[in-house]
């Protein structure tokens, strides 16, 4: 079955450094999802991906697609202390409805 | 975007019990899904619920120990059955929202159960 994997685990940055967090998928993926889950809550959606090579941006995150639709990162310039929670990729293959859940990042920042 | 509330946000269960966790939405929608998120883990797929239909279940979750109902295209039920405390975890109702695929999936805030 498809499955996707995230890199890293885990990450501690000092506030206003950089941070990124890789997804790479077993099969092609029609789409690819961003989720952030801040302590205690439930994930909240973030973006979607879905054209080869595509990037899109939100003030200072950065989402990639790869060119193969297999792998996506999600970049924050700057981080604060407001980015502190875990963040999940997830895709889905063609014709398919199902999402498959990467393990998730979870980001710490340091003030 | 869709609202989702679900009940109970959160309980403390006894070991043994039953426990049926509500999902509602505030529009119609089609496909309904069940999450699992054990502590510190990832989200997986529990089932998918249409309203009409028997729920599909992925592999390693089956009926008798998660029944879903699906009354309507604004509700539905997940109950988690006989719980031990492996079954602590949040569990989360999601649906589909949006013209063309692919659709996007929102959350509920989750229902935290504890098996004491």
């Known amino acids: 079955g498809q499955q996707v994997m995230q890199i890293p685990q885990y990450q501690h940055v000092q506030e206003g450094e950089d941070f990124t967090t890789y997804c790479n998928s077993s099969?092609?993926?029609?789409?690819i999802q961003w989720y952030k889950q801040r302590p205690g809550g439930h994930p909240v959606f973030l973006i979607q991906?879905?054209?080869?090579?595509e990037v899109k941006k939100q003030k200072r995150l950065t989402f990639q697609f790869g060119e193969a639709k297999k792998n996506s990162s999600l970049h924050i310039t700057a981080t604060q202390t407001t980015d502190v929670g875990t963040y999940f990729c997830?895709?889905?293959?063609?014709?398919?409805?199902?999402?498959?859940f990467g393990k998730g990042t979870k980001l710490s920042v340091i003030p | 975007s869709a609202v989702i509330s679900q009940k109970p946000s959160r309980d403390i269960c006894q070991r043994g019990t039953s426990l049926t966790i509500q999902c509602q939405v505030d529009?119609?929608?089609?496909?309904m899904f069940w999450y699992r998120q054990q502590p510190g883990q990832s989200l997986t797929l529990i089932a998918t619920?249409?309203?009409?239909?028997?729920?599909?279940?992925e592999s390693g979750f089956v009926i008798d120990k998660f029944p879903i109902s699906r009354p309507n295209l604004t509700f539905s039920t997940l109950t988690v059955s006989n719980m031990s405390p492996e079954d602590s975890s949040i569990y989360l109702c999601?649906?589909?929202?949006?013209?063309?695929?692919?659709?996007?999936?929102?959350f509920g805030e989750g229902s935290w159960l504890t098996v004491v």
């Open positions: 991906l879905v054209k080869s090579g």
């Open positions: 099969t092609t993926l029609s789409n």
């Open positions: 529009s119609q929608v089609t496909m």
């Open positions: 999601s649906v589909e929202v949006g013209q063309r695929t692919p659709h996007t999936i929102y």
């Open positions: 619920a249409n309203q009409g239909s028997e729920a599909t279940y």
């Open positions: 997830a895709g889905s293959g063609a014709g398919s409805y199902q999402l498959t």
